[in-house]
């Protein structure tokens, strides 16, 4: 099995603006979009709105990038014991396979289960995406550009 890359490390924060300033700030990053929690349903803000434009809703997350490295910043603890929310992995289908004949080996508690896609926690409570999509634009990866939700609508 080889892993074609960490896609992306989702951070837990108690504030997704002041963390999004501080990550800027310290690693030289770039807001990549930003999605709201509006009813129930992720919504990306339009380029160039700042959260103003999101008050009273969730700020459900900020995708970071520079290069290779891609934060994405989750408000809120969800229940995590640490700041590390998950870690995404990139497989080929073949090794994806593989490490789900694994994880149910080991009886990990799986969250979610597609045909691309497997979300599960390991015995010591980390969560692992394990996935086929590469995270190289990541702007495409904003709920807005995948669904067409886009706040304010």
Same mark, same amino acid.
């Given at each position: 099995?080889?892993?074609?890359?960490? *896609?992306?490390?989702?951070?837990?924060?108690?504030?997704?603006? #002041?963390?999004?300033?501080?990550?800027?700030?310290?690693?030289?990053?770039?807001?990549?979009?930003? #999605?709201?929690?509006?009813?129930?349903?992720?919504?990306?803000?339009?380029?160039? +709105?700042?959260?103003?434009?999101?008050?009273?809703? *969730?700020?459900?997350?900020?995708?970071?990038?520079?290069?290779? =490295?891609?934060?994405? =910043?989750?408000?809120? #603890?969800?229940?995590? +014991?640490?700041? $590390?929310?998950?870690?995404?992995?990139?497989? +080929?289908?073949?090794?994806? %396979?593989?490490?789900?004949?694994?994880?149910?080996?080991?009886?990990?508690? $799986?969250?979610?289960?597609?045909?691309?896609?497997? $979300?599960?926690? #390991?015995?010591?409570? $980390?969560?692992?995406?394990?996935?086929? %999509?590469?995270?190289?634009?990541?702007?495409?990866?904003? *709920?807005?550009?995948? *669904?067409?939700?886009?706040?304010?609508?």
């Amino acid at each position: 099995m080889e892993y074609l890359g960490v *896609t992306h490390i989702a951070l837990s924060v108690p504030s997704v603006p #002041d963390a999004e300033e501080y990550y800027c700030s310290l690693l030289g990053l770039a807001v990549a979009f930003r #999605d709201v929690e509006v009813e129930g349903e992720w919504y990306s803000l339009r380029p160039g +709105t700042d959260w103003r434009a999101a008050d009273g809703w *969730t700020r459900a997350m900020s995708a970071l990038g520079n290069g290779a =490295l891609v934060l994405a =910043l989750e408000e809120g #603890d969800r229940g995590m +014991t640490g700041p $590390v929310d998950h870690i995404g992995l990139r497989l +080929t289908l073949e090794d994806l %396979t593989a490490l789900r004949i694994r994880a149910f080996e080991h009886e990990v508690t $799986v969250e979610e289960n597609r045909a691309d896609l497997l $979300v599960f926690r #390991d015995r010591y409570g $980390v969560c692992w995406e394990a996935g086929l %999509t590469a995270y190289d634009q990541l702007a495409v990866m904003a *709920t807005g550009n995948r *669904t067409g939700r886009w706040w304010p609508a």
